[in-house]
């Protein structure tokens, strides 16, 4: 479609143009905002969560070591799927770290699933572990994990309970999240 006569008028086209954007406008406000609504309903705590078996995993950490689910057995888990791109998963890290030293101790333990890609994620995580102050493991999904897991937002915190399953699920940041994260463990805790 030609937006300018042969008359070599800029003016034609500058109407034309501005007429589409008229049109479109619209539309890509309303797209924006139904795009947005979405994003924002998928944050939350999961009311659902059925006390499933935890699937378990093997995944390889920054060195290559393989870790796995079942050497947590008998500990209350704080599972964290998260990405070095994620802005918000850059504040859970340090709260998870805070969440890691408190309870440590006390039959806790959290594990960091990097749902990473490439060759260089090793490095890059070992960055963003050091910049983050994160002391606490942190292991590579293959991909599958996060599936498993049903893993749609970043950061997704899974609460395993002693017996290796699902007590809790929280997806994106949440209000008071290390409020209710601490909440959540004391109440298992006390199971």
Known sequence: MRFWHNTGSGIELKKRICGATKWLFPYLCLAML????????????D????????????????DGKSMA????????VVIEFFATWCEPCKHTA??????????RDRGVAVLG???????EVPSKLKTFMRQHNMKYPVVIDNGLVKKQYNV?????????????????????IIPDYSKKLMADIERLQKL
């Open 34 to 45: 139904i795009a947005g609504a979405v994003s924002c309903a998928k944050s939350g705590e």
């Open 94 to 103: 340090q709260m998870l770290q805070s969440i890691s030293e408190t309870y």
């Open 152 to 172: 749609y937002a970043l950061p997704t915190t899974i609460i395993v309970d002693r017996d290796g399953r699902i007590a809790k699920r929280h997806f994106g």
């Open 69 to 76: 689910l079942a050497d947590y057995r008998g500990k209350i």
């Open 113 to 119: 699933v990097s749902i990473d890609e490439g060759d």
């Open 47 to 62: 009311k659902t969560a059925d006390n499933a078996l935890a699937p378990s995993f093997v995944l390889p950490d920054t």
